[in-house]
């Protein structure tokens, strides 16, 4: 079972995976962020992602995207991750790909401070 920290930084909300980044409790760190004290609608959400086996198959980016589609209006429908080796980057951008199906702007990064720009003000390096 993956877990998670939840928080808020200013106007971002945060999910940091402690082990590796899943489905299996994506809704529910989903459902904690948003019931986090301070969490208001339209915050955009950051997820930060350990390195420590993005591996999920096609299916299950698929399904991750549906999933991220029920709680997209939440979050203004931005949503980052960053990722620290390149074959997560790749998954997350096919995890980007099925994320635009729902409309949602979700990109991967390869360090937070990119994420953070992109998401408070559009900056579109990675």
């Known amino acids: 079972m993956n877990r998670c920290k939840v928080s808020l930084d200013g106007s971002l909300a945060i ?4 082990d590796a980044f899943g489905l299996d409790n994506l809704e529910a760190a989903l ?6 004290p301070g969490f208001h609608n339209g915050m955009p959400l950051l997820i930060v992602e350990p390195g420590t086996g993005l ?7 698929e399904s991750s995207a549906a999933v991220f589609g029920d709680f997209a ?26 994320c635009e199906l729902h409309g949602i702007a979700f990109r991967p990064f390869r360090d937070a401070q990119t994420a953070r720009q992109w998401l408070l003000g559009g900056v579109l390096n990675r």
């Open 15 to 18: 999910i940091e995976w402690i």
């Open 31 to 36: 459902n904690q962020v948003t019931h986090t």
């Open 55 to 61: 591996g999920p198959s096609p299916k299950s980016l």
């Open 73 to 98: 209006s939440h979050f203004g429908n931005k949503i980052a991750m960053t990722v620290s080796r390149d074959v997560h980057f790749g998954l997350g951008r096919m995890l980007e790909a099925y």
